[in-house]
């Protein structure tokens, strides 16, 4: 399996079919040693029936964009331009349904960066009256202005991931992979400065997946117990809790070394 790959074709003619969803839940790494905790998680050869083949280890930056009157987030949607060892991509993602068993569901469009991939995205914005023009993305990655529009996206913000990848594989199968569990340790860049945050997700990925994302998470749960939380709210809505958090003080004594502290999920959840 490739390391990364689009959910979608860059065929301009997909962005006319109906948008691909996203499944996946996540637990939070609630620990005074939460890297530790994800090595422990990476050396697990399987889960329940789930075999877990290792899938390869990502560096990831990723920098979000909105339109300066915040209409993107307004609508609900996420726009996203990832880097991949020297590679972009750009996604965006609408508002999240959680199910039932605690799994977030949304539009997810994702497409390598490039000017056909910036008008499909728009297409999917049109109903709601916000434009996006490649020029305007490559202008906010580089933060400068349009000088023809004085229009500008601005960036509201940035992260660097280091992303540990495992197959979930039915035993004695090698393809396809029911899902896909990410072990992901998040560096926020705030003004403050740096925070990281750590996290399980396991997502969807063919038909078994749901069943094979429900058992492992459960199975999670049960080994760790209080040490992964389930956590409903992406990595955007996050980290706009802890930079609010960091800007009114408090957080204060409750990131320790650049780590957040267990106690700081109970008030980005309280903020949430």
Sequence with gaps: MKPFSPKASSDKSQSRARPPIEQEATLIVCSDAPWKVLER?????????????DAGKLQMRDVYLDTPDGALRTHRWALRVREIASKKWITLKGQARVTTWGASQRIEIEREFSPDAVEALAEALEPYGIVVEYGEVVNALSQTEDPMTGRALK???QRSTVRILKNVLRA?????PLAEMALDSVTYHFRQ???RHYEVEVETKSAGGEEAARIIIAELRLTFGSVLRPWTHDKLVTGRAIEQLLSDGSLEGHVIDGDLAPAAYR???KLL
């Design 41 to 53: 998680i990476a050396r697990v050869p399987a889960i329940g029936p789930y075999e877990l083949a």
């Design 193 to 195: 400065g740096p925070v």
């Design 172 to 176: 004695g199968s090698n393809i396809p």
């Design 155 to 157: 960036k509201v913000q």
């Design 267 to 269: 008030l980005i959840e």
